[in-house]
């Protein structure tokens, strides 16, 4: 079964890191550019990061750009979010989603069920 | 970055076809064709629908249709059912500081 799990998310306060994983399984995980995209209680869907199959190519949203680094380990079939200087803004549920293809071309045909980021003092 | 625009909401009755519109600039939908729709229901993760304008995902009943014309992308459900009552997304490759970005979602109500 094709399966992507979300975990790290937690309550953490403003200006403080977290560090979110998504094991992947199912599938070759090293054929595929993955992302994480994030949704605030009650808004829409916002692309937050991405990564290319052999991590040569990444992407980020102005909104987390120098602070939140996205990475790979293909030999674990583990994408990583390393997010640093947490605002309140940040606040939403973080899901794991897989590309189509090895680049980064936004048709995400797998996704986690997410994983919950409060950031409050 | 804006986000794409869509409409708010659109409703249609079960066995009617409607259109979510999506427009954009020449830097995103207008420029390029990785523009993707996702449906996504209460509680639940997204669901790819449409990937590339116009390519149905296997899988992916083909009452949902996409295209594109100029700065905006559309996505058609034909013979409406209770069950494509969900909110629906579009997102769009872009060459402006953010690479990717997705419309404000539309809600879709069956009436």
């Known amino acids: 079964e094709v399966q992507l799990v979300e975990s790290g998310g937690g309550k953490v306060q403003p200006g403080r890191s977290l560090r979110l994983s998504c094991a992947a399984s199912?599938?070759?995980?090293?054929?595929?550019?993955m992302h994480w995209v994030r949704q605030a209680p009650g808004k829409a869907l916002e692309w937050v990061a991405g990564?290319?199959?052999?991590?040569?190519?990444?992407g980020y949203a102005d909104s987390v750009k120098g602070r939140f680094t996205i990475s790979r380990d293909n030999a674990e079939s583990s994408l990583f979010l390393q997010m640093n200087s947490l605002r309140a803004e940040d606040t939403a549920l973080y899901y794991c989603?897989?590309?189509?293809?090895?680049?980064?071309?936004?048709?995400?045909?797998?996704w986690g069920q997410g994983t919950t980021v409060t950031v409050s003092s | 970055q804006s986000a794409l625009t869509q409409p708010a909401s659109v409703s249609g009755s079960p066995g009617q076809s409607i259109t979510i519109s999506c427009t954009g600039t020449?830097?995103?939908?207008?420029?390029?064709?990785?523009i993707s729709w996702y449906q996504q229901h209460p509680g639940q993760a997204p669901k790819l629908m449409i990937y590339?304008?116009?390519n149905r995902p296997s899988g992916v009943s083909n009452r949902f249709s996409g295209s594109k014309s100029g700065y905006t992308a559309s996505l058609t459900i034909s013979g409406l059912q209770a069950v494509d009552e969900a909110d629906y997304y579009c997102?769009?490759?872009?060459?402006?500081?953010?690479?990717?970005?997705f419309g404000g979602g539309t809600k879709l109500t069956v009436l």
């Open positions: 989603a897989k590309d189509r293809r090895h680049s980064l071309t936004y048709g995400m045909d797998v």
């Open positions: 199912g599938f070759t995980f090293d054929e595929y550019a």
């Open positions: 990564i290319s199959w052999t991590s040569g190519s990444t």
């Open positions: 020449d830097s995103d939908v207008g420029g390029y064709n990785y």
């Open positions: 590339d304008v116009r």
């Open positions: 997102i769009s490759y872009s060459t402006s500081t953010t690479p990717a970005v």
